[in-house]
């Protein structure tokens, strides 16, 4: 049976710099939620339970490596997850975080405040 996420992933293309063994190396995401991402395009070695450093802009957070995927020579995709909670580290608010506790459900009157907050 398929592992249920618990965070929505929301597509976002992000430069970010991924600094492993003290060496920085450049790369991006192809997905993010509000406590992890799926990054792209680098071109270092990792592997399941590396911790890592992203920074993007001056925000820098610790992350866990929780699976690796070679694409190709010397190219990986990793799905990370924050080790600390960070403060919008992204640089977008996710609905699930504003709805914590309330197991998920969202009801409609819930989705409308959130949207319309998200205009102003």
Do not use: C, Y
């Amino acid at each position: 049976m398929a592992e249920q996420r618990k965070n929505k992933r929301t597509k976002m293309v992000l430069p970010v710099k991924v600094l492993i063994a003290g060496v920085t190396h450049l790369a991006h995401t192809f997905d993010v939620t509000s406590v992890g991402a799926r990054l792209g395009g680098l071109r270092a070695e990792l592997k399941k339970g590396d911790t890592i450093l992203l920074q993007r802009g001056a925000k820098k957070a610790h992350f866990q490596v929780m699976w690796v995927q070679e694409l190709g020579p010397k190219e990986i995709q990793a799905g990370l997850q924050a080790i600390e909670q960070t403060n919008n580290f992204w640089g977008i608010d996710f609905p699930e975080q504003e709805n914590e506790g309330k197991n998920g459900a969202n009801s409609a009157k819930d989705l409308a405040a959130i949207f319309a907050a998200a205009k102003k």
